[in-house]
């Protein structure tokens, strides 16, 4: 089992920042590390991840806003956004999927952090 615990969420107007973080129960290098949000009445959607070769992919609506970063060291994975926009409002989560590492076989997700973002 995997644990993941995500915090830096809260209320922050139109054109500000926020920095998400994601602190995990295991060494973050042994999976693929991700952020993701979930609006409501919409599907849970990919806001950026790591892909297996350490590259990043974040969703084409926030490219340029957002920044992906991992401390191995610290197992934290963070997620810097700014310039928000109220469309942003969601709870965000953190993905560990782990399908790779023969000790793990599965995606693992944090509990959510809700940022709302106001005009």
């Known amino acids: 089992q995997v644990l993941l615990v995500e915090s830096g969420g809260g209320a922050v107007e139109a054109g500000g920042s926020l920095k998400l973080s994601c602190t995990g129960s295991?060494?973050?290098?042994?999976?693929?590390m991700g952020w993701y949000r979930q609006a409501p009445g919409k599907e849970r959607e990919m806001v950026s991840m790591?892909?297996?070769?350490?590259?990043?992919t974040s969703a084409d609506s926030l490219k340029g806003r957002v920044t992906i970063s991992q401390d191995n060291a610290k197992n934290t994975l963070s997620l810097q956004m700014n310039n928000v926009e109220t469309e942003d409002t969601a709870v965000y989560y953190c993905?560990?999927?782990?399908?790779?590492?023969?000790?793990?076989?599965?995606?693992?997700w944090g509990q959510g952090t809700q940022v709302t973002v106001s005009s």
């Open positions: 993905s560990a999927d782990c399908r790779g590492n023969p000790l793990y076989r599965e995606i693992f």
């Open positions: 295991i060494s973050l290098n042994k999976c693929e």
């Open positions: 790591f892909n297996s070769d350490r590259t990043t």
